[in-house]
């Protein structure tokens, strides 16, 4: 077959133009392609195939991956496919999706800390070694905690809240439960805990001050939540310039029973959806990693977001005066 038409034939599916656009911008795996797409390893494969013979791609491996780009002449010989390759991938409905996922999947490459923390956690249960823990890994990880403010949205009867309250300033309690609520602040007096506060209210609106917290938690929250957009801009509220968000949520999954059996208003969210909702709401430097992985089925996974709400940037004249004092 002719080169024109070879190449003709490779931009006539849509996921092929998808997965040109995302190469165009940066060198991907497979793996990282399926990350992003949510397609299949095998489908991805025969498509990428299908491009490099028609002299979009190349690949090189790096032990048992493969690496994809543009090939270096395909932006002289097929200037014009490209353009409307391009074109055509900005009429989908996924390309969107794909760029927030890019730049996910690439903030991701970069967090290597992240990838070692990964490694060590599952070898951890592997042996046995006395004293050795999750409890007591918390409990010192606690005492590395600044003194801070907190707000723990949907904090159920507030066992989070509680360890927190440990080593914390102050920390309140939000849920919508007046049981839970109830519950929580008895079990917070016996314990002593006078900087923890419960209060009834709703995480779409909490009952708190704007800019008065230095950390937002929502801890398996936010899948309840019937707007969680909306929980997201308050959050971004109540949060003081410089504050952190760190949501903990199920990664999207299809186990419809969980609507009956946990009162889950939605089955967990992609990242690509909570990147964007985060990012709406105003926060910046936003990461999102998968941190946990249930064995049985149906194999619920947990995601940890974070991200923060930029400080306003400081005048020059009281950088001058700071350096004077």
Known sequence: MPPTLKALRALSDP???????????????VHELQDITGLGQSRISTHLRLLEDAGFLLHRREGKRRFYRLAPATARSLAEL??????GARELPETATDRTNLRRVLKLREARSQVYFNQVAGRFDRSYGPGRSWQAFGQLLLRILPPLEVADLGSGEGLLSELLARRCRRVIAVDNSEKMVAYGARKARANGLDNLEFRLGDLHDPPLEDASVDLVILSQALHHATDPERALRNAWRILRPGGQLLILDLREHGFEPARELYGDHWLGFSEAVLHEWVEAAGFQQVEISVVAREEEAPHFETLLVAAEKPAPPRRKGSARRDKGA
């Open 15 to 29: 996921t092929r133009l998808r997965l040109l656009t995302l190469l165009e911008r940066e060198e991907l795996s």
């Open 82 to 87: 490209l353009q409307l390759a391009r074109r």
